[in-house]
């Protein structure tokens, strides 16, 4: 999900003429990325929540379209995007902690970041409504798919990787 938002404001620096000096992603603190000179940092910060939330459900609407099995994981991934994207803006803007704080340093309203958390975290819920099946909740009786027990196995390890060797999702441009 992190790498998914920061993309969004790699893409946006990009777009608007920044230059992204340096992107860091790890497990267990918040991501950022570095854009120096950011010649519009007001798209640069919404890039990141709005790209990642619309890119992982290009990624639902691709899976769905092909009728993958794997859909339900596209769908739970979407959803979980919507639901950090949308909790970190909205509720950050309490705090005016993060993107939220610089999203009001750069002249968003306070309501407009509750607006965005308002309509993400709900379709974010939805999404993730009935997906218990498939990870073996309620009528699978803990039954789940093998392959998707190998893509969390792969996940868990790039996730202990990270967390035990940082500089190598320290990407410096």
Known sequence: MMAVHELGHVIAAWLTG???????????????????PNPNPFLVVWGGPVIGVILPMIVLFVFHSVRTPLTYLARFFAGFCMITNGAYIGIGSLDRIGDAGDMLKNGTPVWFLWLFGLITLPIGLQLWHGLGVNFGFG????????????????????LIITAYFPDYYDFSF
């Not at 009528?139 to 790039?158: C, E, M, V």
């Open 18 to 36: 920044g230059t992204v000096t340096k992107v860091i992603l790890h497990p267990f603190s918040i991501s950022r990325t570095d854009v120096i």
């Open 139 to 158: 009528k699978s009786q803990g039954r789940i798919n093998s392959l998707t027990a190998y893509i969390t196995l792969l996940l868990l390890i790039f």
